[in-house]
């Protein structure tokens, strides 16, 4: 089985600065790995995700995240936070020998000081 | 770009109803899959739906959940006899072989009175 944690429920940073989003999974078999967006009252948006290849993965909105399989982590960063970064960011894993079923971290809620 | 639709947005219904909420998956896929947010709480897996048939399900999904895929275009969920612990945001999704191209519908939000 595999599940997924996401280090710390709010992260609060100034507009301009770094955005770090910890994730880390425990998983039997090395997964698939996503981040997602959720703006408030609106569904799931893909910002990037990790299947093969490349360790170091670019999305939208200047995300990108690392899969360090040593340190079973994803960590999402982006260097200069933006107002409208402002949203709750979900990591994301799914085995690839089931059907890809996703299992959801718990959420980490962003808010951007002007 | 190609997406995955839900109808209704918002829903409210009295305990005791039964409701079905509606997804259209993308064209091409052949997974689908509904997931649900309590308000709150974070995203679960509820049920995954492969070759008209259901390949994997959680706990959540009981005897109260049912699933369908009527004619080749819909994929619903039914929840025979609502709940007040039923009420949250139902996402359906659908996916390629392999995983590929897994996409989230906007949800509909289920309040239950």
């Known amino acids: 089985a595999q599940s997924v944690t996401q280090l710390g429920s709010h992260v609060s940073v100034s507009e301009g600065a770094l955005v770090l989003l910890r994730c880390n999974y425990s998983?039997?078999?090395?997964?698939?790995l996503f981040w997602y967006v959720q703006y408030p009252n609106q569904g799931l948006q893909l910002l990037l995700k990790?299947?093969?290849?490349?360790?170091l993965v670019k999305g939208i909105n200047g995300f990108e995240a690392e899969f360090k399989k040593s340190e079973t982590s994803f960590h999402l960063t982006k260097p200069s936070a933006h107002m409208s970064d402002a949203a709750e960011y979900f990591c994301a894993v799914s085995l690839r020998s089931n059907d890809y079923t996703l299992s959801f971290g718990a959420g980490t809620t962003v808010t951007v000081r002007a | 770009e190609p997406e995955v639709t839900q109808t209704p947005s918002h829903q409210v219904t009295q305990m005791g109803q039964e409701v079905i909420l509606r997804c259209v998956p993308i064209?091409?896929?052949?997974?689908f899959y509904w997931y649900r947010q309590i308000l709150g709480q974070k995203v679960e897996f509820l049920v995954s739906?492969?070759?008209?048939?259901?390949?994997?399900k959680s706990e959540i999904f009981d005897d109260q959940f049912s699933v369908e895929r009527p004619d080749g275009s819909n994929f619903t969920l039914k929840i025979r006899s609502t709940k007040l612990e039923d009420s949250a945001m139902y996402f359906c999704a659908s996916s390629t072989t392999g995983g590929k191209g897994y996409t989230f519908g906007s949800g509909t939000r289920l309040t239950v009175v």
């Open positions: 990790y299947t093969t290849g490349a360790t």
């Open positions: 739906f492969y070759n008209n048939e259901i390949s994997e």
């Open positions: 064209s091409n896929h052949l997974y």
């Open positions: 998983s039997s078999v090395p997964p698939y």
